[in-house]
């Protein structure tokens, strides 16, 4: 695809729900981030990937948070028994690189999650 | 850990105006700056970038130099349109590992005729 696609654009959960947030990268991409951007904020680090390997979860504000990248490409993020604090645009963000001199980092359009 | 700060929006010009978006930052090393921009209604989208202590950046327009000293990065633009009227958020990576991006606050910028 042309760039970073996720999906769905916008979620309406209950509280308590579970929902899974998909991100499909540029083809090729090593790197790949989430990010959480609260209304009115600028999005701020979950997690990150680097092929299928999960090297850092710092970010994830709770165990509820779980994130995966199975076969190195497509991610899912997975936010369990949903909290109205989760109500956010989640965004995903891929590379092709990793190291200092990477190329930028390209973004998808988010998802919306509201919690009510 | 890192961080970054711009001034808060929302900023109001009218057409052809001279803007300034000031931003600073903390960092350890040599982080690499960013300015990204998130029209209505689209995605985040990189508007210009510097690398290094003195460079400077540019993309439609707009310009930002990299000044280790005061540390600041502060985006400028000599003539505003409606067409730019968008949230602009200042951003860095930090020098070692993965490049996570760490991001400002955002300003929204309102242009009007």
């Known amino acids: 695809g042309a760039g970073v696609s996720q999906s769905p654009r916008y979620k309406v959960a209950k509280r308590g729900q579970d929902v899974a947030l998909r991100c499909d990268p540029i083809?090729?991409?090593?790197?790949l981030f989430w990010y959480q951007q609260a209304l009115g904020q600028g999005p701020e680090f979950l997690t990150y990937?680097?092929?299928?390997?999960?090297?850092?979860k710092s970010g994830l504000p709770s165990d509820r948070f779980f994130a995966e990248r199975p076969e190195g490409s497509v991610s899912t993020l997975k936010i369990q028994r949903t909290q109205q604090e989760d109500s956010a645009v989640y965004l995903c963000?891929?590379?092709?690189?990793?190291?200092?001199?990477?190329?930028?980092?390209?973004f998808g359009p988010g998802t919306r999650l509201t919690v009510l | 850990g890192d961080s970054v700060t711009q001034m808060e929006g929302p900023v109001t010009l009218s057409e052809e105006a001279f803007l300034t978006i000031n931003c600073t930052y903390t960092?350890?090393?040599?982080?690499?700056l960013f300015w990204y921009v998130q029209y209505p209604g689209e995605g985040l989208q990189l508007l210009l970038k510097?690398?290094?202590?003195?460079d400077k950046g540019s993309n439609k327009g707009f310009e930002a130099t990299y000044r280790k000293e005061t540390t600041s990065f502060h985006l400028e633009k000599g003539s505003v349109q409606v067409s730019d009227s968008a949230v602009y958020f200042c951003?860095?990576?930090?020098?070692?590992?993965?490049?996570?991006?760490?991001f400002g606050t955002g300003t929204k910028l309102q242009v009007i005729p």
């Open positions: 510097a690398t290094k202590a003195d």
């Open positions: 951003a860095l990576t930090g020098s070692g590992g993965y490049q996570k991006v760490t």
């Open positions: 963000a891929s590379s092709l690189r990793v190291g200092r001199n990477s190329n930028e980092q390209f």
């Open positions: 990937f680097q092929n299928e390997a999960q090297l850092d």
């Open positions: 083809s090729g991409h090593v790197s």
């Open positions: 960092a350890t090393g040599y982080p690499s």
